[in-house]
Every structure is written in C-alpha cells, then in structure tokens.
C-alpha cells in the first residue's frame, strides 16, 4: 500500500462480495443484501457455497469463484469463520469489512480471534473495517452495511457531514434522527473494534474527500493518541471536526471495556489531544447531535455575539439566559437600531436584544428584525426563537429567513420549541438550509460550537 | 372573601361571560369562544353590545343583561377598555380573567391602566387573573381562556400535572409538548402581570386540589417573596413543587422586565427561596418539561442509585456517564445478581451496570433483566435505554416492562434516543406510564429530579 489511509475503495467501491449471504431476510446478511440492493449501484455478489442463490442473486461458493477481484468484500458470518475466510480471500478483495462480532470485546477466546483475524488480513494485504461494527454507511455511493433494517433505522440523504464513530448503535440512532430532521451526510463509519482501520486512517481519508465538510467523531478509547492527533489537525485546519468521547466517568469507562474491547483512559487525557488538534470538544449524544446539524447546515461563526429575536417573550428570556451560561454575548440593541426597528414596528413590540415581536409576529416582521439586525458588524449569529402560537405566522417563514441577502457569513438558528406543529416544522427549516432546534438548550449548544469555529472558514 | 386562596371560580365555573366577543374567529375572542365551545360543559355567554349573536350564541350587551351572575367573566378587550369593563360588572361575575395587553408591560401610560384595573377589581370584589396572559387550561372541567388555535397548539388531555406561569408563551408550548407526548394535566394557568392572583394564590389553590398531584411553576419575578416561600412550603409538604426562574443572567433579567414589567432580581436570592420552600429547582425549557413529564407520570424515587438496562453498549456508557456527572450513582451489580443474570442470558451480554443485552435483546431479556436487578434494595430506579435497531423488540416492550410486579416504588425511566420509528414509540412508554425521553441527558435529568423527592411520598 502507498498511502497508508487511502480508504477509497471501502467508499467508492464498484463490486460487493457478500460473504455468508443467505436467503434468511431477517438474519444480518439477509438486511445488509436487501440494503445494498436497495441503494447500491455495482454490482453485487452474495458468497456461500451452500445455495446457488439468494434473492434472486447468483450466489458464489467463495469470493475467488466470482472469477475478478471485487473492491469490497462485507463479511457477516460467525467469528470463529472470520480469520480462515479473510485468508482464503486471499488477493481477491481490497477491501473487507467485518460486521460480526464475537471478537476482543467477548473475552479471552475472542482476543485470540481478533488477533488471527489481524493476522489474516496483514498476510492477505487486505484492509479491515470492524469487527463488531456496522461497516459503512455512504449517503453519495449508495453503499451501506448498517444491518439494522431500514423501517427502524432511516438512513440520511445526501449531505456534506461526515461520522466516524467506535460504536454502532451511536452510529445508527445518529443517522436515524438525522434522516428524520432532514439533515444529509457524506459518508458515516462505524469501525467497532477496529482491528485495522481506525479513527486516524479515517480522518486521514475524510481531510481529502470533497464530499466532507465537516466530521464528527464518538469514540470511547484511542490506542494511538499521537497518530489520532496528527491526523485529526491536519483535518481540522480544513474543516471543522468536532468530538465526543464516552466512558468518563469510572463506570463508563468499565462499560466502554466490555463495549469494544477498548481501555477508555482518563478523560483529562482526551480533552487536551482534543484541544491540541482543533477539535470541537462535545459533552455527549445530546451535543453530538445538535452539533452534526449545526455544521451540516452551516460553517461556523465569526464570534460569540448574539442576536435573538422571538415572538414568545418567555422564550426570549430562557434564550438570553442560555446565552450568557454558556460563554456567548448577548449584546444590547445598538442605538440607532433601536430607532429604526421602533420607528418600523408597533410600540408594543419590545425593541431590544432579545427583540420580541409579541403574538402579533408575522413572517415580515420576523424578515425585517433579522434583516436589520445581522446588517453591520453587531451580531456574529442570530437565534430566532418562533413559537407557532401567533396565527399571523405562515410556514414562508424559514424561507423568508433564509433569503435575505448579505449575512451567508452569520448563522441563522431557529429555536422552535412545542407539540407536534413546531416538530413538523423543524424539517421546513432545515429544508431552508437553516439549523433547528425543539429547546433554547440546544440552539444555544449550536450557537456555542459554531463560535468555536470563529476564523477557521 | 373568606380564603383569599379560594380560586375554585377560576377553575371550576358553572357559567362564563366572554366580554368582548366577536364574530370574528381569527380574533382573539374568536378563538377563546371556539376552544370554550369545544370543551366547556357549562354555560357560555358572549357579550358585547355590537352584536345580537355571536357564533350562534345569543349575545348579551353587558354582564348585568344576562340576568344572573356569572362565576368567570373573560375578557378581550382593548386595555383601555377593561378597567370600565370590570366597574361595569360590579358584583356580577365572582372571577375575571384578563387576557389583554397593554398593561404594565407597556410602560408608563399601561402602568396607569393596570392600576385603574386593581382599584376596579377592588371595588368591585372581583377577584382577577391577568392582564397579559392567557389564562386558565383546565383539563378537569374543559375550561380553556388559552387565545392559541388548538391545531398549532394541542391541549393535554386529563392528568394529575398542574403548572402555573408567569409566561403565556411559555405555559402554550409546555402543553403542547405534553399534549403531544401523551402526558396529561390537571389546571394550567398562564397568570401575566398578577396584578391580583399571583403564584402564591395558585399555590394555596393547589395543595388542596385533589386533581393536583405535582406542581411546576415557571416564574420570571416574585414580588411578596415571604408569603411565596410560605404557599410553596404548605405545598410541597403535600405534592412534589418544583419551579424554573428565568431571567438568571443581566440579559434575561432585562428581557423579562421588557415582558411582563417585573423586576426579576438576583438569582441566588430566588434559589434560596426555593431551597426554603422545598422547591425542586429546574435550570430551564428542557428542564422543566423533562420534570413535567418525570413527576407527570411517576412521584419520586427512594435514592440516588441508577441501573441501566440497555440494547446498545454506546448508549449505556452514555447514560452512566450522564448519571456519574448529574451526581447520581451506577452502582455495580451485586455479584448473586452477576450469577443470576449470566446463568439466564447467552455469554455476549455483558452483566454488569450497565447491563448490555446487545443487539440480539428482546422483551423478554429487558423485562428479565427488570424484574431481577429492581427486586431487593440495590437500586433505587432503573433508566431503559432501548435502541429500535434490534429487529427482535416489539411494541410490547414499554408494556412488559410496566407490568413487572412489586416495584411501584421504583421509577423506570425509558431512554430511547432516535428518529421517526423512536419518537413514535415514546407515546407507548407514556401510556404503559413510563416516561420516556429522547436523549440520556434528558432521561438522566428526570432519575435526577426524581431523586429529589427522596422520602417525601
């Protein structure tokens, strides 16, 4: 191999192998067959030599029977099967990933396992992703080995965030509450145990790859903490990469060990690797979350000063007091906007910062207060807390807020806390390229790690 | 008077006039005569000396010409109206809600009115809610003075919750978050400017209220702090109180003047009061609706000791790690219970806190693992931290695990973090009557809040 973490072929790959296919549609094999075929473009070979065929597939009795080299072989079979079916492989796959698990994280007998597996895969030359993973997920190839069926787990459009996370099941909830928001992504990882391929090769492969502009890493332990930084500040110097790692606390760590296999380590020791390389430093699945659709949709502020405009005063109120908990601005109302927006609006609408527009907000007065407010060098980003309740308020609104020219540079994020209608409404925002959020909580979480971003577009 | 706390006009009235009715049914007043006509059983009564009829109701000129005393008057008016309209009433309604603006919050000319509001209401002997709020939502008696359309903002149905706010807004949208979550309400008032009943008066109403069982209180100012302190102490003696302040920061402070006229004050001082009054103090939105939910459903736990059950290892070190830093405790598992579970399940799980049933998990080895680790005195609630992703789970899980007998004590918190197929499922843990929550920092914020109301059952 030339480039140690040139991963191409696990992302852009023109022929699968599925090794241990079988015509069982519920087994793990039978949903990554029907998840391939459902999005994937190349060509597909299912590999077992105990049926012809499977789904309507022709099936291999090995992968060197396809008769040509495939870039990517996917292996769901028991772990005891792994290592000897690696080796047989032989030259005829770049590329495996290694779904099953049964490996380290299963005691002293699956440690020797993995350690054949790793064996099989520096022997043969091929590169591994797993075990004990969901593989890849690949919203701009189609490619996705995630065998947890698509009516519970909904995958993303296309988009331009990246994930790379040790856990599966992170991976998957991540991914499922996005594609429900309506937020894309580029190409999503879990590498489980990571045998082979680890973080750093990804976020070597992620800091070359067009389609990402942003990443966001879960782990729960990193083995090469020099490899891991280097590689990660070479990535963040071109786009923004963002963190969580779980296991901090005694019991976590001790949970994390039985999860992957993996010594979790003081948290002290990640939060400086973290800073070091640029990273954004995240709490935990809530901030994860709120994080990847923040920078999904936009690219950082240029500091920490914030506008809020509401219609909800209490709302407005709870937004401010966020604010100023977590570390950001929330500047008063320059003079000579107070008189521009008094002179525009009713008097009963309180012109300052928080900027509440009252029951009686329609989408234009919404429109207006933004316009006026992120023109100049007052605010670096703006958070528009609307409630639903006043009637005058249509569902242009986030188009509206979308389309006023000048401030592209400054993030504009909704706060659109309620029931069922404003939950309807968090997708028409981000359709609107606009990042959304049910709590003032989480909007000022997004304005916090967007202003962590400042200078760095 | 004889109780100057005896608010049941408010709540539980025979009749309401709704001054300033409209046949317009966008207007405010439109919108309060069609929710009172869709869920109020008693007699109601427009009036405005305008109209003959109003939405098929016969319309009266004034209170007096209905011909008898009305328990509720309501009304919408201009503020320069109300202060003649309620000296008009005289001894003709025995409460009056007011839900206009234009009063304090809107500076000096509104001070004027709002106190020409007080002297009439003392005059007059009619007790009064308001100005600037929207009332009263009653899911006992179907009274709703809320001027919110109901598709934009659904009302919960009944429930044992009562919540009183200083904030409409804010009171509109925590009752459509409960209404859309399956969690009921008791009596819901949103109180504005108090210029008569304040969150004292609600309080002393409440800890009589045998449909209360748990009271939340969001405030942004408190004025008679001492006789505050008294109300929520007589309260919390009986039923869990717990209270959110907004206004914390120079900014919110600002802000919350701007919205109801209060002068918020410091923080420390309103933590203290809280602390004296065996209030259970929450830090904001997501806060308070976490709590609302938590205390909405079940009634505190003995202690602080967490057992986490969970399908997807990434989520349970989540959800310890969120616990370890809330001040909770993951105490490890007992090794007879260690014994006892690893006999039951196959070797990939891993038995201990937390308990990880991995993705082959079904009902059967969430409710086993329930029943086991929540008998005996190890642990005082359990968080269930389910992913969808195992195909083997089924809509009878929130059931199961429910019905497990012989910990009523013990409160099960469901976790359940995803997208559509998740949020779906959080409505069947609600009405198995578990709450339930879409992220391990909201779970963990309910066993925290919980936790607080150690010993007072």
């Known amino acids: 191999m030339q480039k140690r973490h040139d991963l191409t072929a696990f992302f852009s790959p023109s022929s699968i192998a599925l090794v241990g296919a079988s015509p069982s549609a519920g087994k793990i094999s039978g949903i990554i067959l029907e998840n391939l075929r459902n999005s994937f473009k190349g060509a597909i070979y299912p590999v077992n030599p105990h049926y012809n065929e499977v789904m309507g597939l022709r ?53 020797l396992l993995e350690k054949a597996l790793k064996d099989a895969a520096r022997s043969t030359g091929i590169r ?12 701009v190839t189609g490619l996705d080995t995630f065998f947890v069926p698509r009516d519970r787990v909904r995958r993303p459009g296309r988009g331009t965030l990246s994930i790379i996370s040790q856990s599966g099941s992170f991976a998957a909830t991540a991914i499922d509450e996005l594609a429900t928001d309506g937020i894309g992504v580029a190409r999503v990882v879990s590498y489980g145990n990571k045998s082979d391929v680890d973080e750093a090769d990804c976020l070597d492969f992620l800091a070359e790859d067009p389609e990402t502009k942003a990443v966001a890493i879960y782990v729960e332990s990193i083995e090469d903490g020099r490899r891991f930084v280097e590689s990660a500040a070479r990535c963040s110097a071109i786009k923004p990469v963002m963190a969580v790692k779980v296991g901090k606390s005694a019991s976590g760590i001790s949970a994390a060990r039985s999860h992957t296999g993996a010594i979790a380590g003081s948290y002290e020791i990640y939060r400086a690797a973290f800073r070091k390389a640029g990273i954004i430093e995240l709490n935990g699945y809530e901030d994860f979350l709120v994080a990847c659709k923040a920078f999904g949709l936009t690219s950082g502020a240029a500091g920490k ?6 219609d909800g005063g209490g709302m407005g109120v709870n937004v401010a007091d966020e604010c100023i908990a977590a570390g950001l601005t929330v500047p008063p109302l ?9 002179a525009a609006f009713p008097p009963y609408f309180t012109t300052g910062n928080p900027l509440d527009l009252t029951g009686s907000a329609t989408d234009e007065s919404f429109a207006f207060a933004l316009s006026k407010t992120m023109s ?7 958070i528009v807390a609307a409630l639903w309740g006043p009637p005058a308020l249509t569902d242009n609104l986030p188009g509206m807020l979308a389309q006023k020219p000048g401030f592209n540079e400054k993030p504009i994020i909704a706060c659109t806390p309620g029931g069922a209608y404003s939950r309807e409404r968090i997708r028409l925002f981000h359709e609107a390229g606009l990042p959304a959020f049910l709590t003032p909580e989480a909007a000022v979480t ?12």
């Open 446 to 457: 997004a304005a916090c790690v967007l202003s962590k971003r400042q200078g760095r577009r």
């Open 334 to 342: 320059p003079e000579e906007l107070i008189e521009e927006l008094s």
């Open 59 to 111: 099936c291999h009795p090995s992968i060197e029977a396809i008769g040509s080299p495939v870039d990517l072989a996917v292996y769901a079979l028991g772990a005891e099967s792994v290592p000897e079916a690696i080796l047989n492989t032989g030259g005829n796959a770049a590329g495996a990933v290694v779904v099953s698990g049964g490996f380290a994280e299963a005691g002293p007998k699956g440690v």
């Open 376 to 382: 100049g060098d007052y605010y670096d980003m703006v």
């Open 128 to 139: 591994v992703i797993g075990p004990n993973c969901l593989g890849i997920y690949d919203a």
């Open 305 to 310: 000063r914030v506008m809020i405009i509401t």
